[in-house]
């Protein structure tokens, strides 16, 4: 009888292996039925809250900071930012072993990695490198010389780390190099580049860089407090957290900062003036027909107790909601795809650098989609790409030497005096 009551246990060891799982499965079921749907119910969740609100606090007013002191600052924080980040996506696939069969791996996987900064930030910054030390003579010539082989420099330097790689394959360690080579040329395009756009946009304007960020930031907030207050309804199995809840919270939330957050930035010409050099000075310009204010009589249909019948609008407010839309709707599909690959590797965040969100990666996968758009937006929709006198200008100095341009300024002049007698002057 006693036999009878008790469990046999398992001898083999699938037998143990189901039994766990079944013990696991029991265990997980019963916190199903004593927990609360909502995140706010659950004091466990109170902890990381704080501490991911702490740090959501300083890195907003590091942030502050940072753009507070210009556009070369605020390019040398996107740079610190990718080099953390490739270093999160490069310790991925290490393996100590192999590596230590193969010590020059890191050097290589970074050699590439400032070959492609030293590409794109070259395309990015090298005009208004030139206009930073024009009135240096020699200064002017070597960074003239620079932008002008600029790419044959970095073709090279890819071709040194391609041979590098070539010659440095091992026997039995071929499928492991070239993983490590093609992880690498995917983090190069997939991350470095679309990153870089970032830079682009600083340069436009803070205001083209600070605005699509700042929106990122907002929908990342208000996602997680209203999902934290709110959520019950999953929304995608990649994100178990994400809820439907918190996504359409912070979807309004964005839009309407979107259009509230623009007009207060686009109030500032020092937010909105592009930079042309690498100075760090204070900018002051005339202010972009996109910044000047304009009358805007509200409809028919707005209640009558509503106190403002008329109210002035940034024309680029209008445009701030395309970018709040985005920002809402498609941007987080770059978190979702971070979610994906993260649970590839069975990893819960990139890094721990920052306590309560993770890596750098972790924070950044939004703001990569973001910057992409911003940029494409901006070109496609704002800024004029009718030929200017500046640009001239700008082709002028950087692919003329002194002496060309003095025989364009004598041609230019006498072309000038030949149509003032053709039209009486």
């Known amino acids: 009888m006693e036999e009878e009551n008790v469990t046999s246990s398992p001898s083999t060891p699938s037998q143990r292996l189901r039994h766990r799982r079944r013990s696991n499965e029991v265990v997980m079921d019963g916190d199903r039925v004593n927990a609360s749907p909502l995140l706010v119910n659950d004091r466990n969740k109170y902890k990381s809250f704080m501490v991911r609100t702490y740090s959501t606090l300083w890195m907003i007013g590091g942030f502050v900071l940072v753009v507070y002191m210009g556009h070369l600052y605020i390019t040398a924080m996107v740079l610190v930012i990718q080099i953390f980040m490739a270093k999160e996506l490069f310790n991925l696939l290490r393996k100590a072993p192999e590596d230590k069969c193969l010590p020059w791996i890191k050097q290589l996987n970074w050699h590439f990695f400032f070959t492609a900064m030293l590409f794109v930030y070259g395309r990015i910054l090298s005009q208004r490198l030139a206009n930073t030390v024009t009135k240096d003579q020699f200064l002017y010539r070597l960074v003239s010389g620079l932008i002008k082989y600029h790419m044959a420099i970095c073709y090279s330097l890819y071709i040194i780390g391609f041979m590098w790689f070539i010659l440095t394959l091992k026997k039995k360690m071929y499928k492991y190099q070239f993983g490590q080579y093609a992880w690498t040329h995917m983090i190069l395009i997939v991350v470095f580049t679309q990153s ?98 304009e009358p805007f009589t509200l409809p028919a249909w707005i209640p009558e107790w ?120």
């Not at 912070?250 to 020092?270: E, H």
């Not at 760090?280 to 202010?287: I, K």
């Not at 937006?377 to 500046?390: A, E, K, T």
Request: charged residues 15%.
């Open 196 to 293: 870089s756009f970032t830079v682009a946009n600083i340069f436009e304007g803070i205001f083209w860089f600070l605005l699509p960020a700042s929106l990122i930031i907002i929908n990342d907030i208000f996602a997680y407090i209203f999902g934290f207050f709110f959520g019950r309804t999953p929304l995608i199995k990649l994100s178990p957290k994400k809820t439907w809840e918190g996504f359409i919270g912070a979807s309004v939330t964005t839009i309407i900062s979107a259009f509230v957050l623009a007009n207060i930035l686009g109030r500032f010409p020092w937010l909105t003036c592009p930079r042309q050099d690498l100075s760090t000075g204070w900018l002051s310009c005339d202010a972009d027909p996109m910044f000047k204010p």
């Open 306 to 425: 509503f106190p403002w019948k008329e109210m002035e609008v940034l024309p680029v407010q209008w445009h701030a909601l395309g970018l709040g839309l985005f920002a809402s709707i498609i941007a987080p599909f770059g978190g979702f795809f971070a979610s994906g690959f993260k649970r590839a590797f069975k990893i819960k965040d990139f890094g721990d650098s920052i306590p309560g969100h993770g890596g750098i990666t972790d924070r950044m996968d939004c703001q990569m989609v973001m910057a992409v758009f911003a940029y494409i937006y901006l070109q496609s929709f704002i800024v004029s790409q009718s030929v200017s006198v500046d640009k001239i200008l700008d082709q002028v100095s950087a692919n003329l030497t002194f002496e060309e341009q003095q025989a364009l300024f004598m041609k230019l002049g006498q072309m000038l005096q030949d149509k003032a007698k053709m039209i009486g002057y």
